[in-house]
């Protein structure tokens, strides 16, 4: 359905994931993310620290949903990163079409979307003394290979998670249910 029926479940971590998450969460890519957004995160401050010109112009990393929408739209976006548990707000243009927007400009656009992290981790991740719902990394280098193992494990977790849905479809059909 829509994003105003969506529903909750818990992942492993205790962090409530909503239904626009079409992947499994993993304590073991949260720490990958973590430490892959400090690594970013200092690039970017030792840069403005050296030329802030510089460093306005050459961002490793933005935050927030806007940031994120345009970084889409203008093609400057090479993964996404999307708290799996922003809250529900079912009214017209709200924060839920927002997060939809992201979902679907980001696949039809074919970058990279992993959900990893709460909105408090993702906001401390950044440095950032607020909650923050989503990320969007513009240049991974210098964390190339962190970068790769984010992408890999996260595929492998959005596999595992289709299989399960497709497990519990079957289940609720040999049940009666269908769902």
Known sequence: GGVGEQKTKVGRQGVLARDY??????DGLNRMV????????????????RDPMKAKNKRRISSGLREVMRSIRVKDAKLILVA?????????GSLDDKVEE??????SAGVPLVYALSRSRLGRALGKSMRMSAAVVHNA????????EILELSAKLRESFAETKKSERFAALRAGVAS
Do not use: M, W
């Not at 973590?34 to 620290?49: C, I, M, P, T």
């Not at 548990?85 to 009214?91: D, L, R, V």
């Not at 992201?102 to 696949?107: D, E």
């Open 21 to 26: 998450c079409d992947q499994d969460l993993d």
């Open 34 to 49: 973590e430490d892959f957004l400090s690594k970013l995160v200092g690039f970017q401050e030792r840069l403005k620290a």
């Open 84 to 92: 799996p548990n922003i809250e529900q707000a079912p009214s017209e």
């Open 102 to 107: 992201i979902i679907a400009g980001a696949k």
């Open 141 to 148: 280098d210098g964390a190339h290979e962190t970068y790769k």
